[in-house]
Nanobody, 129 residues
Framework: QVKLVESGGGSVQAGGSLRLSCESP????????MAWFRQDPGKEREGVAV????????YYDDSVKGRFTISRDNVKAMMYLEMNNLTFEDSAMYSC??????????????????????WGQGTQVTVSS
């Protein structure tokens, strides 16, 4: 079992920024494809961004492209999501997820929640307009 813990959520005004973090006590996380997902109550969970195990490639959903940046620090066993120019539509519970690295990691087909084996509890992001 791989434990993931998110932090960094909060309330911010539209146009503002937040940085989410995902921490794991398992050093083996460096071999995992990792992603951020978000879900608003009453809506389906959607993929936001995904990054390969080595951090060399990433993929973003069109809704966040150019505003969000996913990164990771495998020495610290951490993953981040830098979110800029936030809008009301970005409000959601954000969760990090992990799965064994695979060739389809950093592609649209790899940013599907059913592919991921391990999940954090989530951190809430609320953007006021």
């Amino acid at each position: 079992q791989v434990k993931l813990v998110e932090s960094g959520g909060g309330s911010v005004q539209a146009g503002g920024s937040l940085r989410l973090s995902c921490e794991s006590p398992h050093r083996s996380i460096r071999t995992y494809c990792m992603a951020w997902f978000r879900q608003d109550p009453g809506k389906e969970r959607e993929g936001v961004a995904v990054i390969t195990a080595a951090g060399g490639a990433s993929y973003y959903d069109d809704s966040v492209k150019g505003r969000f940046t996913i990164s990771r620090d495998n020495v610290k066993a951490m993953m981040y999501l830098e979110m800029n120019n936030l809008t009301f539509e970005d409000s959601a519970m954000y969760s990090c997820a992990a799965r064994i690295q695979a060739d389809d990691c950093a592609y649209s087909g790899g940013l599907v929640d059913s592919l991921f084996d391990y999940w954090g509890q989530g951190t809430q992001v609320t953007v006021s307009s």
